[in-house]
Nanobody, 124 residues
Framework: QVQLVESGGGLVQAGGSLRLSCAAS????????MGWFRQAPGKGREFVSA????????YYGDSVKGRFTISRDNAKNTVFLQMNSLNPEDTAAYYC?????????????????WGQGTQVTVSS
């Protein structure tokens, strides 16, 4: 199993940047595919980004492509989400998730482990 703890959220003005971190504890972090999802009030959980076990392959949702960058440091058991050019539509709780099964997926139910979330609020 793996336990996930997100950090780095906060309040930022439109056009600004934030860097989210997700620290994992437990064994074999490098065997998990990692993802970021977000959920705004009254909406479902939305896929943001994912990264392969080695970090060599990344995926992005259409709404964040070109603005967000996912990365991971397997030596430090951490995955990051660099968010640039933020706009008010990015306001949401952001969740880190881990998937032990092979293959990329954007469906939240395909990820077995979740953090508690970190709030990102973008003011206009």
């Amino acid at each position: 199993q793996v336990q996930l703890v997100e950090s780095g959220g906060g309040l930022v003005q439109a056009g600004g940047s934030l860097r989210l971190s997700c620290a994992a504890s437990g064994r074999s972090f490098s065997t998990y595919r990692m993802g970021w999802f977000r959920q705004a009030p009254g909406k479902g959980r939305e896929f943001v980004s994912a990264i392969s076990q080695s970090g060599g392959t990344t995926y992005y949702g259409d709404s964040v492509k070109g603005r967000f960058t996912i990365s991971r440091d397997n030596a430090k058991n951490t995955v990051f989400l660099q968010m640039n050019s933020l706009n008010p539509e990015d306001t949401a709780a952001y969740y880190c998730a881990a998937r032990s099964r092979p293959g990329h997926t954007t469906r939240p139910n395909d990820y077995g482990y979740w953090g508690q979330g970190t709030q990102v609020t973008v003011s206009s």
